[in-house]
């Protein structure tokens, strides 16, 4: 392996290694401070309304 | 966690690291950064906008999706490309998914005893059904169709689950299981050195520098056409300058700069494909899964996760795993020109039957790509679950049986044409796994930028968002990404359809793909394929056609009632 090629394989798989880290953290602290939990559940237009 | 499941697939670790392989590992990775820069997150983002709007108004399937935000007659049927692409994928991904846990089981259990290349290929081949026509439906556990029944059943509960009882259970504990298990085989895999002290020149490191130098050097024969040969690292490089001199020139070294190779129109096609294919970009996935989020939901966050997790696992995973464990245990010469499939299923097998603890390793490198492909397939279920929901109005129970019904039958014809070259399976992954992902990709960003329009879009993008997207994806989106993928279509078709060689601009004549249609060459299993494709298409047109919530939908109207989902 030349020293182009490790620099190469050490930036492209250090900038995915980073910007996945860094989605996770955002994810994570961005639902702890809402206080509401991320998911993908169907909106229920009628849901906490009086019955 | 869902979407970011979909996009991790068997791409990630059988074609990403083949690809990088052939066109020259720094070269393609430019090409990809870039492609995954215009193409990628861009078109990523518009299907994340465009469901999401979608989905607050109560619709979820693609033709609803595009009738809402075009508000023409025509939208709801360009939609239906967005539920054949991943209904059609399934029905061959399922059966590749069934030979992961067929190999992860057989390891595990130490059934797999390989020494040479010629007993992976018999392996291979049994277990897909390579003999004959009909030979993967023998109910036998060397054979594809008891791993395809336990798979299929599987996909099938966790779609009756619903999409967060489900889908996203299975993708909150398999992503983490597969990323864990890929951290251990990479380890693994990092480790071994030069496994053979006779063969010091096949080692993990020149394996890793095939697949990332920037430059390529190859032994070229001056007169012969034998394919060139590839040279890496400083040992072997002093040897092939010794055999070059010895040839008396019937040989040559020859370098190829990143910058010569990036003139080659192939490459930019190989990277702009993987960006599609990898991240789920015109699969009809995505615009989907982004319907059941709310505007306080942020898709630009969403939308940049899930592509990163994809990422991650392909080139932080994906593209230390596959090919230096090949190269480390067979040398150059046995991975060079391999496929997805003999990548996977022919090289790997030997080097796992010949690593220390190669039952355990092979078993989890397997048991990974099954993880990898069953999130995957669970999510090209649900567009056509709710497609059929919404166009005939009925439950998710019976959704979920009429497209069983739909994708048994269909599975069955790819299942039962496999032998020779698969026929049935290679014509479904080119007609409708890559030309109809090209159109799909392309058709959604002209939808965002041209008739939805960016300003729109954008702002759909940001409600709920914490982090806005650079301005700069305004252009990009708005001319950029559209005139890349016009573009990268137009060379697929000039490669692909009417056999260009994009390196020499000479024509090779029509693709064999269409060969196989029509004329004397042409193959029944490929046109049987094809014809499965139009009928597929025409059966939802007609659904579509006669859809009220489609019409609905068309006019702008919400619809009365979302979809059961779990």
Redesign the interface.
Known sequence: MTWSGFILMAASVGTVTVLFAWCIYQVLTTSQESGEARSVEPHKPNQGAPP | M?VAGSAVGLGNFLRFPGLAAQYG??AF?LAY?ISFLIIGLPIGWAEWAMGRHA??RGYHSAPASFAIILRRPWAKYAGIIAVIVPVVIYLYYVFIESWCLGYAVKFWLGEVHLSTPAETEAMFKTMSGQAFDGAALAFSWDVALPWLLIVTALNFYLIIRG??GGI?KMCNYGMPALILLALVVLARVLTLGAPDPARPHDSV??G??Y?????KVQIVATSASSPPRDV??TAALAEARQEVAASDGALKLQTMSPWRQLLNPALWLAAAGQICFSLAVGFGIIIV?AS???E???VV??G??AA??N??C???LG??ITVPAAVAFLGLASVAGQGTFGLGFTVLPLVFAKMPFGAFFGGAFFFMLFLAAITSSIAMLQPGVVFLEEALGVGKGTAVTLLAALTTAGCGLVVYFTGGQMKALDTLDFWAGTLLIFILATLQILIFSRHWGVKRGFDELHLGA??RVPSIFQMIMRWISPVFMLLIFCLWVLKEILGFDLATFQTGGISGYVRDLAGPQASAPARLSVGMIILIALVFTCLTARSKAFKRAERGLQKTE??H??
């Open positions: 869902a590992g720094g990775m950064a989905g607050t999409l967060s996203e490191a020149n890793l520098g697949l990332w130098n920037p430059s890496v690292g899964y059941y989020l709310g306080k939901d942020d966050l969403s940049l996760t990163s997790a990422e991650f392909e080139v932080a593209g230390l914490a982090m979302t979809p989902l779990s």
